[in-house]
């Protein structure tokens, strides 16, 4: 069917304005706004002492490499976590139990991701439920604290993301033919080889569109690291938040803006490449 | 191995407690969050004093349940309002989107698909700051320009619902033109050929077969709609949703009450995403 040119405006208008007036328009803004300083007599010229500002207080990017590490971190365990259960579903579980696991291991994630977090601080906490019981059964004597350190940020992360990683492998593993194993387990393949040389292999586009999301929802995350991981737990949105919200200082918060939008597509753009996949393969 | 292959007793019965482990991980939180609601306690945590409704009907004055918390029910229904228009929005928008990709042909597709699946990697908290930004900008131009201050360049509630529809239109498009990629084209053309107009067809022919679709896209918006905090926390102005005023509470100390609207959610949420669920089962 041909199209005309009345109805492609149709379509075309609404689609141009949400891109350009929501987000061409606004990143450049961005970009601008983050170019832009006051000078020593307060006049606001073009600048770029917002991100020699960044490279020159240590906290900042140390907070920004730490940001990029634990996500990175983060993107791995929940991998390492997944794997399993997504090959339990696609390849072990019977047939029937197959759709209930899936609804089951769907439904936490439609629960806002503050109530999930509610939940850990409730078990977590120094007067929290896991102490509780540790305290009946006599296995500790004091209190310990749980919440407000790396490791416990790290587990609330995977946590959140761990739906999106489940997913995808699930996808894979079922397209994955089982006599495939089968002829391998005949030849004599033990399960390393299997999983190195077939499962691994096959998973690739499922284990890259995974990892991708995981990795974005953990670096952009601010819920999770702001209320499980204490004042220690330096997160790069937190310090875009208080440039923005604490300091009012809009230029130093849009030159940090920008920064973590340039390395999420950094590591985005490495990890397509690297897996030779395009973005509109892995969003489908 | 897998299900047709011989498995030892150890394998099977470590990997079925793996997966026991994985799914308590994943709901502990969910039903510490769920029970705690009913303790008859001043604190979210054990011991158990005794089972109490107060959480959700008591009316002060020492404690005020979930029903009577004004503060609650207003940030309740701002996110239901919000959650709401930003539906509606994005599916009228996403799906002329979906026409767009999937039917026209016109230069640039290629630039503005790209576009259209930038926000599936902008994290939230920057596309916050950049249309906080942009508004602020246009605010700052019609003032100078026109002489007049217009609110809805301010943190309020429409910049919210423009906030959330930037990235969620995003979702609608990819599952509406997951099913329009399906649709038999000749359907169509048998329509033309009996008379009908270009835009009727599409009304009467297309958007019926996209119905469940469109309907199973809405349901995940107002979903993703009603739980996003990272970009409504900057263009918040003073009626707070849902998510942002529970993050208040939580961080400045929290009460069962808390635990109750938790319940809720995760009540309400579960049935929309059965619902949902139900709709793409349908589809097939």
């Known amino acids: 069917m041909k199209g005309s040119r009345l109805t492609l405006w149709i379509f075309l208008a609404p689609v141009l304005m949400w891109l350009l007036l929501l987000i061409v328009l606004p990143n450049i803004d961005l970009l601008i706004m983050s170019l832009r300083g006051e000078n020593d007599y307060g006049d606001l010229v073009w600048t770029f002492n917002n991100y020699f500002n960044f490279f020159t207080e240590p906290i900042y990017w140390l907070t920004f490499v730490r940001t990029a590490i634990y996500a990175i971190l983060t993107t791995f365990i929940t991998f390492l976590i997944a794997m399993p259960v997504s090959f339990y579903i696609a390849k072990l579980a019977r047939k029937r139990v197959q759709g209930a696991l899936m609804i089951l291991l769907l439904l936490p994630f439609w629960v806002s991701e503050l109530v ?39 587990m609330g992360l995977v946590y959140t993301s761990m739906l999106f990683m489940i997913v995808p492998l699930v996808s894979v593993m079922e397209s994955l033919d089982d006599s495939l194993i089968e002829a391998a387990h005949d030849l004599g393949a033990n399960q390393f080889v299997i999983w190195r040389t077939i499962i691994i292999p096959h ?53 940090f803006g920008f920064l973590l939008l340039v390395l999420s597509s950094l590591i985005i753009w490495i990890g397509l490449t690297i897996s030779r996949q395009k973005l509109g393969e892995v969003a489908s | 191995m897998i299900r047709s292959l011989p498995r030892s007793r150890t394998y099977n019965w470590s990997f079925n407690f793996f997966i026991v482990l994985y799914f308590v991980f994943l709901f502990a939180p969910l039903l510490v969050t769920c029970v705690l609601a009913f303790n008859d306690s001043n604190f979210p945590a054990l011991p158990w004093e005794g089972f109490s409704l107060d959480w959700f009907f008591s009316n002060g004055p020492k404690r005020v349940g979930l029903f009577h918390d004004d503060q609650i029910l207003r940030s309740i229904v701002t996110s239901l309002q919000t959650a709401f228009f930003v539906s509606i929005f994005s599916v009228v928008v996403g799906t002329c989107a979906s026409f ?178 139900y709709f793409t089962k349908r589809e097939k």
């Open chain 1, 203 to 255: 998973c690739k586009p499922g284990i890259t569109s995974g990892a991708i999301v995981v990795f974005m929802l953990t670096l952009g995350n601010y819920l999770t690291p702001n209320l499980m991981g204490g004042k220690n737990s330096l997160w790069f949105t937190e310090q875009i938040y208080n440039q923005f919200i604490a300091s009012f200082n809009w230029n130093q918060g849009a030159a």
């Open chain 2, 100 to 277: 767009l990709f999937e039917k026209e042909q016109f230069r640039f597709k290629g630039v503005l698909y790209f576009l259209m699946l930038a926000p599936l990697v902008i994290p939230g908290v920057i596309l916050g700051i950049s249309l906080l930004l942009a508004s602020n900008t246009a605010g700052t131009f019609v003032d100078t320009t026109f002489g007049f201050d217009l609110d809805i360049f301010r943190p309020s509630f429409w910049l919210v619902v423009v906030g959330q529809f930037s990235f969620i239109t995003t979702f609608v498009t990819l599952v509406v033109s997951a099913r329009l990629r399906k649709f038999d084209h000749s359907l169509e053309e048998a329509a033309l050929n009996l008379g009908a107009t270009r835009l009727g067809v599409i009304w009467h022919v297309t958007l019926r077969y996209l119905q469940p679709a469109i309907i199973g896209a809405g349901a995940v918006a107002f979903l993703m709609s009603f739980e996003n905090f990272n970009t409504t926390l900057f263009l918040v102005g003073s009626e707070p949703t849902l998510p942002i005023n529970l993050y208040m509470q939580v961080r400045d100390g929290s009460t069962p009450v808390i635990n109750a609207v938790s319940l809720m959610l995760i009540v309400g949420t579960s049935l929309l995403a059965l619902v949902n669920l």
């Open chain 1, 116 to 154: 999930r977090i509610y939940g850990w601080m409730i078990l977590l906490r120094e007067s929290g439920v896991i102490n509780f019981i540790l305290l009946k059964l006599g296995i500790i004597t004091v209190p310990i604290e749980m919440l407000y350190n790396d490791a416990t940020m790290i």
